[in-house]
């Protein structure tokens, strides 16, 4: 067996053209194609970073109703290289349930938001990141 990379998350909606603005103007992805048209049972949207394709965001969107809940993802984490800048900028768009930043034991910071159907979604600026003033901050064991 191998397993080579991640391929994609998937996000069920309940307004596809709505979490495509959202997942485009908030995230910062690009729209990479769509699969059905309006009124399908079921519509698929595939997102990625510009330039980087290799692991993608598919939202989901379905017609009918009465689904059961799926899975069990907790969250979508995306890496920013400004904490403090992006959480300015989404606090401006006033964007739904936004926490303060946190910290984590190796310097890490992130904070969470809701998506426009209360997904959960994470900015995470690693340790190591330039602009993380706790960039030389190890894990301790």
Known sequence: MA???MEHVGIKVDILE???QFYQEVIGL??????GQPGDEVRLAFLSFPGQASVEIE????????LPQEGRVSHTAFTVDD???EHRR???LGIPALTG???????????FFEGPDSEKLEFFQPAHSPTNPARNATFSS
């Open 3 to 5: 397993v080579t990379k």
């Open 18 to 20: 709505r979490s495509l």
């Open 30 to 35: 690009t729209l990479q194609g769509i699969l």
């Open 59 to 66: 939202l989901i969107e379905r017609a009918f109703e009465g």
């Open 83 to 85: 904490i403090e800048e």
């Open 90 to 92: 989404l606090a401006g």
């Open 101 to 111: 930043i946190s910290e984590l034991a190796n310097g890490s910071r992130y904070f």
